[in-house]
């Protein structure tokens, strides 16, 4: 598929899947190339496709290359967007990242976006955006909450990073009508850890009631996405108190740096990983790829 212009492209694959209503599971690709440190990103993007694949589904990794929106980039494309300086592609960059050619790797906001016009409805990413720390003053809110608010994709997720104002951007979703289901769990999950303390009203305890609740939402036509929050496997989960000592500085390191706009969350999430070493590293790559276990069940049971 192809869009009038050749702006927007699915691969073979991806197509042929849809085509035949198989399951298909959507993946970004800022976690590549803004998200981990080379070459723990390449292993881990292709990990996920793997996982998804032996999940029973179709993995649909979306970047820009070549100035295309490309849903499927394929193990090719991943390594491409892993090794290249690439542009952080949000949605209102979407049309320069094609008028200029770039490379670049598509925010949650974004692939939500591809996702919907490619026609998945599943999405599985680590951590979604958010409100920021402050972000009542700076008005810094992720574009992502608002594409959760118009564009129907189901996106499983481990919570949003302690950097962020896990209370704010919940009632945000809510403001917005975006459904929360928590899976096997009352609380928002915190990421590295399996609890925030903040609850959410919903929880489910299969992927078969999950896809039951999107089919709902989809049979009364609610405009919207939907968060899964997938809280990490216990067994690679941090301690918050460690990550808070290292959020706070990298906070401070911010402000002096004046850090703020599209750098903020790349820079909070690059200088966390360098304050904790290798075991958030760790942590981040195992809750992505339970994240995309989950989502290729989901899936599954939706087809
Ligand atoms: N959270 C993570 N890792 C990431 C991101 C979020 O744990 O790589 C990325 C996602 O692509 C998300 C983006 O969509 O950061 C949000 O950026 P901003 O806050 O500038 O909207
Ligand atoms: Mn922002």
Redesign the pocket.
Known sequence: MTDRHGHFTVSEEVRTALAENRPVVAL?S??IT???PHPRNLDTALDVEGDVRRGGAVPATIAVLDGKLAVGVGAAGIERLASHPAM?V?RRDLPIAIHTGALG?????T?MLAASMAGISLFA??????V?RGGADSL?V???LQELARTDVAVVCAG??AILDIGLTLEYLETHGVTVLGYQTDEMPG?YATRSGHPIPHRLDSAADIAEVLRIRRSLALTGGTVVANPIPSEHAIDPAVIEVAIERALVEARDEGVS??E???FL?GRVVELTGSDSLAA?VALVRSNARLAARIAVALT
């Open positions: 970004e800022t976690i803004h998200g981990m952080k949000s790797g598509t925010t949650v906001a692939t990413t680590g951590g979604i955006g958010g920021h810094d992720s574009a992502d949003v990073k990421f706009g599209k903020a969350t790349p999430l981040n």
